[in-house]
């Protein structure tokens, strides 16, 4: 069982940078994956950033590619979403995911953790 918090998240203006972080439980975060997903309003929930149990490996949504970098401290059982060049259709609640594995999932429907959720606001 792994619980997720995540924190960082606020209102800031186009252009600007958050850095989220997801803080896990247990003392077994380096055999989870992790993902970051977003949820906008009136949106289904999207897929944003993907980081492998070790680190090595990562994916991101075209829409963030070249601007989010996720990551991770398996010391410190924490994941992070540094979110640089925001743009308002950034906004949204943003969600941090778990599962068990060593590879890359991009599928909220693979992930079986799941934080509370983070609202970022990017105004124009």
């Known amino acids: 069982q792994v619980q997720l918090v995540e924190t960082g998240g606020g209102l800031v203006q186009a252009g600007g940078s958050l850095r989220l972080s997801c803080a896990a439980s247990?003392?077994?975060?380096?055999?989870?994956?992790m993902g970051w997903f977003r949820q906008a309003p009136g949106k289904e929930r999207e897929f944003v950033a993907a980081?492998?149990?070790?680190?090595?490996?990562?994916s991101y949504a075209d829409s963030v590619k070249g601007r989010f970098t996720i990551s991770r401290d398996n010391a410190k059982n924490t994941a992070y979403l540094q979110m640089n060049s925001l743009k308002p259709e950034d906004t949204a609640v943003y969600y941090c995911?778990?599962?068990?594995?060593?590879?890359?999932?991009?599928?909220?429907?693979?992930?079986?953790?799941w934080g509370q959720g983070t609202q970022v606001t990017v105004s124009s």
């Open positions: 980081i492998r149990s070790s680190g090595g490996s990562t």
């Open positions: 995911a778990a599962r068990l594995g060593t590879l890359v999932w991009r599928l909220d429907s693979e992930y079986d953790y």
């Open positions: 247990g003392r077994t975060f380096s055999s989870y994956a």
